[in-house]
């Protein structure tokens, strides 16, 4: 079992920046990528972004490339999401996701192993 716990959403203006944080315990934390996923009111959840177990490897969503930028401390089993020019149409509730061993190309949330609760992001205009 893995138990994800995501902080650091809030209320920022559009332009600003947020660091979202995904804190894992349980199981080895190296052994398992992590996505970020987010879900906005009425619309179906969407991946943002992934970093391979190994660290290597990070994938995003057209949608954030650019702007988003995920990474990992193994040794503090805690991935983080710093998003930076963020936009209206970021508003969502963002979540983390664990896969074993899995690669930073699986963008399908149906894949991952174990999710957190999710932490509200919201921008305003």
């Known amino acids: 079992q893995v138990q994800l716990v995501e902080s650091g959403g809030g209320l920022v203006q559009a332009g600003g920046s947020l660091r979202l944080s995904c804190a894992a315990s349980?199981?080895?934390?190296?052994?398992?990528?992590i996505g970020w996923f987010r879900q906005a009111p009425g619309k179906e959840r969407e991946f943002v972004s992934a970093?391979?177990?190994?660290?290597?490897?990070?994938n995003h969503a057209e949608s954030v490339r650019g702007r988003f930028t995920i990474s990992r401390v193994n040794a503090k089993n805690t991935a983080y999401l710093q998003m930076n020019s963020l936009k209206p149409e970021d508003t969502a509730v963002y979540y983390c996701?664990?896969?074993?061993?899995?690669?930073?190309?699986?963008?399908?949330?149906?894949?991952?192993?174990?999710w957190g609760q999710g932490t509200q992001v919201t921008v305003s205009s």
């Open positions: 970093i391979k177990w190994s660290g290597g490897d990070t």
């Open positions: 996701a664990a896969k074993l061993y899995g690669e930073a190309t699986t963008t399908n949330g149906r894949l991952y192993d174990y």
């Open positions: 349980g199981r080895t934390f190296s052994s398992f990528t």
